[in-house]
């Protein structure tokens, strides 16, 4: 209870820095209770320990609590308000314990040339302080420090005034700043006044401060500096700073000192995103640069199944229907190469951040002809010598897929009259003094991937500043000088490296060197037949929503065909107004990009609020990546891309319903 013969704390008028840290601090939890129940020896005391020029500690009570006034703090690392006097001077705890002792029999001692810590010496005297009964209830330490350590002192102080790092002293006993320097202040906006009277994890981020206790109580289990630890702390002004933390644990209290590094923080988020468009804007250069190719090779795709559908019409007229399975197959052949295409297009020209993965690169650029051949043309023979056995490699394949590509394009432009395009891979151990030719790679294992041409070359000067980002000795409008640097990139991000060797006249050389990656790839999943023979039979309920009525038609028949009972229709409201009218269907199979103002997806999660559970299979001709972004579907949804064997169709209608029947058609759609 509060005494009435006194005013509340008076005793802390002109106490200073200490008086404000005393006022600030939550002392409910310690043996000496909160300020307005001390005794009044104690008040007395203290007010003259905090009033007096020369440095000087109080400590009172269980375990002798000290309160260091303003000079003392100084000498001290951190202010020491509130610790056992043991620990301020964990140097000389020894050889102060006979003068404690020797005071709190009630004797006053005084010591010349006391060495007290790391710089700090000078004469100290320990005073006994009884209270009201006569007994020693505490003492008073006063010291007088020798000039080294008062001008050490003097330097700590200038420090802690004139510094543009940001500092503070925090308690974790109460969560609480006791103190924080002017370049706090000038940080943050808040005084120290304000700093130290709110908890410090009020002024962190929101979504910092789990991750922020969680450190803090490692620094008070461990004992261990916190080294460049970011977070983001509160401005005066509502918005938050990023900050850079040095925290250092004594005990319980915290030291810490930051850098504001918000700049930075807003460069480097602006580098990425520039990153990102410069990555984009190469790869959608690339894809331009196929277009006239694609073109040519998918009208020949077009052709190759024209010609077989009319000479299947012809030969029927005729009553000729011997070769119809076979040019049924040659046309399915043709359809899935297209379809192998367009998939990969899509994944190459789609926005994506790096998504590393144990890579077959023999594979990758084998599976890559369709891509490169259009983009060389017909003049550029393009030949492979692949490594037997050749190791894995972690890796973004889309990512690889556009450095061959860009390297690729460039070779071409080397050879404008033809030539010969070569691609090598093989596996290499690097030794120590290897290693050291390739920058910074660590010894060890990697692949090699190998693109030659024979085509003019680069002098010296041009060779050395290929990897430069906009450099480019192709004429304004026919090249951004991205490539070679996108792959530079890429190779440096995957932990491998990249170099290039020309000779004027006689070609060029790029070395594309890939780490080894030693875990197991993922097996390869098994092609889906293109038909299977007709044995289970489905008898499912079966509603389509697909706005192309082609499309519509084949999937409708060879679901019927299978024995299932289907309805097609061309868009969600007519869908919505069939289940309306009759009932739910048993499975619901829609095209995710519908006409009007709902989508496959929206009118899958309309159907389902009232039959939750109901099985849902979302067809598609976008990249699953674009339609998922990186979302998970619900259970019992799946996704379908477009085009498909009807096999798969039908295998997962039966899957999803529980009736696994086989496929009865030979087509795609």
């Known amino acids: 209870m509060t005494n009435p013969s006194r005013p509340t704390l ?138 080294g350590a008062a001008q050490a002192a003097d330097d700590r102080d200038r420090v802690w005034r004139f510094s543009q790092d940001i500092m503070g002293a925090a308690s974790l006993a109460t969560g609480r700043f006791l103190a924080v320097n002017p370049a706090f202040s000038q940080t943050f906006g808040w005084s120290e006044e304000e700093a130290t009277s709110r908890p410090f994890m009020e002024m962190v981020y929101p ?13 008070a289990a461990t004992g261990e500096p916190l080294v460049r630890y970011d977070t983001r ?24 000192v930051a850098r504001d590094i918000t700049a930075e923080k807003q460069q480097a988020h602006a580098l990425r995103l520039a990153e990102e468009a410069l990555r ?29 559908l009319e000479l299947m019409k012809l030969r029927i007229r005729m009553g000729q229907t011997d070769d119809l399975v076979q040019r049924t197959d040659a046309a399915l052949g043709i359809v899935k190469r297209a379809a192998a295409l367009t998939h990969r297009l899509l994944a190459f020209s789609r926005r994506q951040a790096l998504d590393p993965k144990p890579t077959r690169v ?14 060389t043309g017909p003049s550029i023979h393009i030949t492979t010598r692949l490594s037997d056995a050749l190791w894995l490699t972690l890796c973004d394949p889309n990512q690889l897929e556009n450095a061959l590509l860009n390297l690729a394009n460039n070779a071409r432009d080397a050879m404008p009259g033809g030539g010969e395009l070569l691609i090598q891979t093989s596996n290499v151990t690097l030794c120590a003094t290897q290693a050291m030719q390739c920058g910074d790679l660590a010894p060890g294992e990697y692949i090699d991937i190998i693109v030659s041409d024979n085509g003019v070359g680069m002098v010296p000067g041009v060779a050395a500043r290929a990897f430069d980002p906009f450099f480019t000795t192709k004429p304004i ?98 869908a919505l107004r069939y289940i309306e009218a009759r009932s739910m269907p048993d499975i619901l199979v829609t095209d995710v990009g519908l006409p009007g103002s709902m989508n496959g997806r ?68």
Request: glycine share 12%; aromatic share 4%.
């Open 602 to 669: 929206q009118l899958a999660d309309q159907v389902r609020a009232s039959a939750p559970g109901l099985p849902v299979l979302l067809v598609t001709g976008y990249a699953e990546g674009t339609v998922m972004k990186n979302e998970s579907l619900p259970a019992h949804m799946e996704l379908l891309i477009k085009p498909f064997p009807l096999s798969a169709l039908l295998d997962r209608v039966g899957q999803m319903t529980g009736q696994r029947p086989q496929a009865a058609a030979h087509a795609s759609t």
């Open 233 to 256: 702390v509160l401005h005066k002004d509502g918005s938050y700073r990023w900050v850079c933390w040095t925290i250092v644990p004594e005990g319980e209290l915290l030291y810490g």
């Open 362 to 375: 023999n594979d990758l650029v084998a599976s890559m002809g369709d891509l490169i051949r259009p983009s």
């Open 280 to 308: 984009q804007s190469q790869k959608m250069e690339a894809v331009g640069q196929l277009t006239g190719g694609l073109a040519h090779d998918f009208n020949n795709m077009l052709a190759g199944v024209s010609g077989h």
């Open 10 to 147: 008076a005793f802390l008028a002109g106490a200073g820095d200490s008086g404000v840290r005393i006022r600030a601090r939550d002392w409910s939890g310690t043996a000496l209770g909160p300020p307005e129940q001390w005794p009044p020896t104690l008040c007395t005391a203290l007010g003259m320990v905090l009033g007096s020029p020369l440095p000087g500690i109080l400590c009172w009570g269980p375990g002798l609590l000290a309160f260091p006034n303003d000079a003392a703090a100084a000498l001290l690392q951190g202010d020491g308000l509130g610790l056992p006097f043991g620990q301020l001077f964990p140097a000389a705890r020894d050889q102060l314990a006979t003068l404690v002792s020797a005071c709190l029999d009630g004797e006053a001692r005084c010591q010349e040339n006391a060495q007290l810590g790391p710089g700090l010496a000078g004469t100290c005297s320990f005073s006994p302080v009884r209270d009201d009964h006569g007994a020693v209830a505490g003492i008073v330490c006063t010291f007088i420090p020798d000039q």
């Open 207 to 219: 979504d910092d401060r789990d991750d922020v206790a969680v450190r803090m109580q490692q620094l």
């Open 477 to 574: 409008g026919q090249g951004t000088g991205l490539g070679l640097s996108m792959v530079y990139g890429f190779a440096r991000q995957s932990g491998g490296h990249v170099q290039i060797t020309s000779t004027p006249g006689q070609g060029t050389q790029v070395l594309l060197r890939l780490p080894r990656h030693v875990e197991a790839a993922a097996s390869a999943s098994e092609a889906e037949p293109n038909h299977v023979e007709v044995s289970a039979r489905g008898s499912a309920i079966v509603l389509i929503v697909e706005d192309e009525a082609e499309v519509r038609d084949v999937m409708a028949d060879a679901l019927r065909l299978q024995g299932h009972t289907v309805t097609a229709v061309g868009d969600a409201s007519a």
